[in-house]
């Protein structure tokens, strides 16, 4: 059963933006913590950004001031918007909910970005 579907990633030169997108299938979004992660070739899988279903956010260090966690609850979607994006953020990026009512974790399958010129 295919629960959280990532789209938007792809090839994007140095500089520029994508801005990935994270569909759940269920009711279980609105209350749950949505995620970002990401994993490089021979790469542990790190946490990129997460919000809370009230709108709080977190990012890692090293995507502050460029990227920027959302979410539609109406939707059910999560986003992640990519600005100025550098070589270094090449990897596959996976969503993640993580509900706070139950103890339940969704992971969806990843979708590539590659920045490079």
């Known amino acids: 059963q295919v629960q959280l579907v990532e789209s938007g990633g792809g090839l994007v030169q140095p500089g520029g933006s994508l801005r990935l997108s994270c569909g759940a299938s269920g009711n279980f979004f609105s209350r749950s913590v949505m995620g970002w992660y990401r994993q490089a070739p021979g790469k542990q899988r790190d946490l990129v950004a997460t919000?809370?279903?009230?709108?709080?956010?977190d990012y890692t260090d090293s995507v502050k001031g460029r990227f920027t966690i959302s979410r539609d609850n109406a939707k059910n979607t999560a986003y992640l918007q990519m600005n100025s994006l550098k070589p270094e953020d090449t990897a596959v990026y996976y969503c993640?909910?993580?509900?706070?009512?139950?103890?339940?974790?969704?992971w969806g399958q990843g979708t590539q970005v590659t920045v490079s010129s």
């Open positions: 993640n909910a993580r509900t706070v009512d139950v103890n339940r974790t969704y």
């Open positions: 919000i809370s279903r009230f709108g709080l956010t």
